[in-house]
């Protein structure tokens, strides 16, 4: 049995639409905060479960019976919250009897203990201390994040505005994220490995060019010197200093192909065909 945690997430509901091109459906079940609201999981032949991060107690149960879970990362701000979570998951998990547990860590988790990949660090030295099999999945950020609907606001205009002084940026996409996670759940060469995922390095400049090439409008790029109020004008102070470059091909070799690219990510964005 294969069992997903947060499924009726953007991310959950991903994996669990390709899990199910990759076995039966009973072999399936969806850990979910709202059982109600997942009858379209049901439907689907998937056994849907209450499992709730918030309450421990109802975690056990969720997880029975599972070969492999997928612990996705909780949305949780705090990061003392986040880790109480992830903590009382893994003890779960392991009360459970679960075969081999995949989180889904972000980069550098590994190494810087602080910051945004506090939590994470803990949850990886948790998971060690456990004694459970498990496979790390170290997450970029989402190219959602910056690859959105909005951009047709900018195509409209036929300007693009930048704040992350045209450096890299190594996001992947959410769709891809997903699939990794199908493979891993479902081949056994992954238990025991820690794979640090990028998509390919991709500008603002090259986002600009992109837009103008799938709308066939021409959109120029437009330097923003002001910082952006809200959390995408820290995640472009984050691009600005580099944070943002690393690259690695794990992700590449997990999906067995190349991950989107821009130009892809933007033509799906636009249903537009892409070359």
């Given at each position: 049995m294969i069992v997903v945690s947060a499924a009726?997430?953007?991310?959950?509901?991903?994996?669990?639409?390709?899990?199910?091109?990759?076995?039966?459906?009973?072999?399936?079940?969806?850990?979910v905060r709202?059982?109600?609201?997942?009858?379209?999981?049901?439907?689907?032949?998937?056994?849907?479960?209450?499992?709730?991060?918030?309450?421990?107690?109802?975690l056990v149960?969720?997880?029975?019976?599972?070969?492999?879970?997928?612990?996705?990362?909780s949305p949780e701000l705090d990061p003392q919250h986040r880790v109480r979570q992830h903590?009382?998951?893994?003890?779960?998990?392991?009360?459970?009897?679960?075969?081999?547990?995949?989180?889904?860590s972000f980069l550098s988790a590994d190494t810087e203990p602080s910051g945004l990949t506090a939590a994470h660090h803990a949850t990886e030295q948790a998971l060690s201390a456990a004694g459970v099999p498990h496979t790390l999945l170290r997450h970029p950020f989402y190219s959602e994040a910056?690859?959105?609907?909005?951009?047709?606001?900018?195509?409209?205009?036929?300007?693009?505005?930048?704040?992350?002084?045209?450096?890299?940026?190594n996001t992947a996409?959410?769709?891809?994220?997903?699939?990794?996670?199908?493979?891993?759940?479902?081949?056994?060469?992954?238990?025991?490995r820690a794979y640090d995922f990028t998509g390919p390095l991709w500008t603002y400049p090259q986002l600009a060019e992109a837009l103008t090439r799938v709308t066939g409008t021409p959109v120029v790029l437009r330097e923003?010197?002001?910082?952006?109020?809200?959390?995408?004008?820290w995640l472009e102070e984050q691009v600005r200093a580099g944070a943002l470059e690393r690259q690695t091909d794990d992700l590449q070799?997990?999906?067995?192909?190349?991950?989107?690219?821009?130009?892809?990510?933007?033509?799906a964005l636009f249903g537009a065909p892409s070359n």
């Open positions: 009726s997430g953007a991310l959950g509901t991903r994996v669990v639409d390709r899990l199910l091109t990759r076995c039966p459906a009973d072999r399936v079940a969806a850990v709202a059982p109600d609201r997942a009858a379209g999981l049901a439907a689907r032949g998937v056994q849907v479960r209450h499992g709730d991060y918030n309450t421990p107690d109802t149960d969720a997880f029975k019976g599972a070969d492999r879970l997928l612990l996705i990362s903590r009382a998951a893994v003890d779960a998990a392991r009360e459970a009897r679960v075969g081999v547990i995949v989180y889904t910056f690859l959105n609907p909005g951009l047709k606001a900018a195509a409209d205009a036929g300007e693009l505005t930048d704040g992350t002084g045209g450096r890299g940026l996409s959410r769709d891809d994220l997903a699939e990794a996670a199908a493979r891993v759940l479902t081949e056994d060469h992954h238990v025991s923003r010197p002001d910082r952006l109020p809200d959390a995408q004008g070799r997990v999906l067995g192909r190349p991950a989107t690219t821009l130009e892809e990510a933007v033509a």
